[in-house]
């Protein structure tokens, strides 16, 4: 098994799903281009997909960037993985990553679809992918709390399609360091064709363990990528921080004995450079509270019941005030401020006025305050949400 860890970096992709840490097509080339400098092996880029700011994103730092890999999000579907090959068309080296959904509950609530549609629908947009390119990442989106058989079955289909490198998301932040360890050894134990892929870990900070998470998933599980974001920018508690588990594979090269390509003496200036100010640290307190609740992606839009809403009163620990003093939004890497707007069955009204009318419901995140604000943002999933749904607010 090779020695080299292989940073992926997602600062700018899952990274930038942190509310509140939207960056402008400059601010992500000049953020690229440091972790370029860093030594950075892959930089995931954007979704292209997701919105033409991103694609004009991923499209300028793919022009840019030579000696990293730059990488595009993309859902399983021949038209996100086109649009992904599209915008890296002028990378040195390209990487198109699609992930689908393979737990129970995002399987059911989130895609309405059988097991069996999901195997055919990965392994179809592997081999899609294939034709476009042969650096192919695919991630079981919710991996750590998938059936294992069905996984399996899963994973040995999209490596025999050409998938190169295998990720196993902890999307939720769910993980323990030793289980999530023996569950990417388990899996690469039971797939046939494992040793013909990369494999990688994606953990979320939910419960503090991000870091010790990803390198259990190396240690114990002989993962060879992972997946991090500087400061552990990312949805909800955070990614797994990269200067973090960069500076332990170094630091406890006795014990790990992985080579890494990052420059350590930079990551300590890394910080203030890399990332605006306003967006370089995960929120934390309330904020940190409510973006779990309403963007956790566990809790789909059609589960209403739980779909709450955190608001300051219900909390006294918190100072009591709104969850969301602005609309904003992002349409095309913009930002707009839309100041206090009445929720309700206006919603879909303060969008269409936000949006020029021109861009459906489906891609957007909605969150609102019961007694006042709306907040958009960019989906990272397909959300297929009839607008009526939206009376819940
Ligand atoms: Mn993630």
Avoid at 131 to 150: H, V
Avoid at 268 to 273: G, I, K
């Amino acid at each position: 098994m090779s020695d080299k860890l292989i940073i992926f970096d997602t600062t700018l992709r899952d990274g930038e799903q942190s509310p509140g840490a939207s960056m402008t097509k400059d601010e992500k080339l000049r953020i690229a281009r440091q972790l370029e400098r860093l030594r950075v092996d892959v930089i995931e880029a954007g979704f292209a997909a997701s919105s033409n700011g991103d694609f004009e994103a991923v499209k300028a730092i793919a022009d840019h960037i030579r000696e990293s890999t730059v990488c595009s999000l993309a859902r399983a579907n021949d038209r996100d993985i086109s649009r992904a090959a599209e915008a890296l068309k002028g990378a040195a080296h390209s990487r198109i990553h699609t992930f689908i959904a393979t737990s129970a509950l995002h399987m059911e609530k989130k895609l309405r679809m059988t097991q069996d549609q999901v195997f055919e629908q990965a392994k179809l947009s592997v081999r899609f992918a294939r034709n476009l390119t042969d650096d192919i990442e695919f991630s079981p989106e919710d991996g750590y709390r998938s059936d294992p058989d069905f996984l399996c079955r899963v994973l040995e289909a999209v490596i025999a399609e050409g998938a190169t490198t295998i990720n196993i998301p902890d999307t939720v932040g769910y993980a323990i360091p030793e289980l999530y360890g023996n569950f990417i050894l388990d899996l690469r134990q039971r797939v046939p064709n494992a040793d013909k892929a990369i494999w990688s870990v994606h953990c979320h900070n939910d419960l503090g363990m991000a870091v010790a998470n990803s390198l259990a998933g190396v240690k114990i599980g002989g993962a060879r990528q992972i997946e991090c974001t500087i400061n552990g920018l990312g949805e909800r508690a955070g990614n797994c921080s990269l200067e973090e588990v960069v500076m332990a594979v170094k630091t406890r090269r006795d014990y790990f004995g992985l080579d890494i390509g990052i420059v350590g003496r930079d990551l300590e200036a890394s910080d203030r450079p890399i990332l605006p100010p306003e967006i370089s640290r995960g929120r934390k307190g309330h904020e940190a509270r409510a973006d779990q609740e309403k963007l956790a992606p566990q809790t789909p839009l059609g589960l209403r019941g739980r779909w709450g809403f955190w608001r300051g009163e219900r909390d006294r620990r918190f100072r009591p005030k709104p969850l969301v003093r602005h609309c904003w939004g992002e349409v095309d890497g913009t930002r707009a401020e839309l100041g206090r707007e009445p929720a309700g069955r206006r919603v879909g009204q303060v969008w269409r006025r936000f949006s020029g009318g021109n861009r459906p419901f489906q891609d957007i995140w909605v969150l609102a305050h019961r007694t006042g604000s709306v907040w958009f943002r960019k989906c990272p999933f397909s959300l297929a949400l009839p607008i009526r749904k939206l009376d819940i607010f």
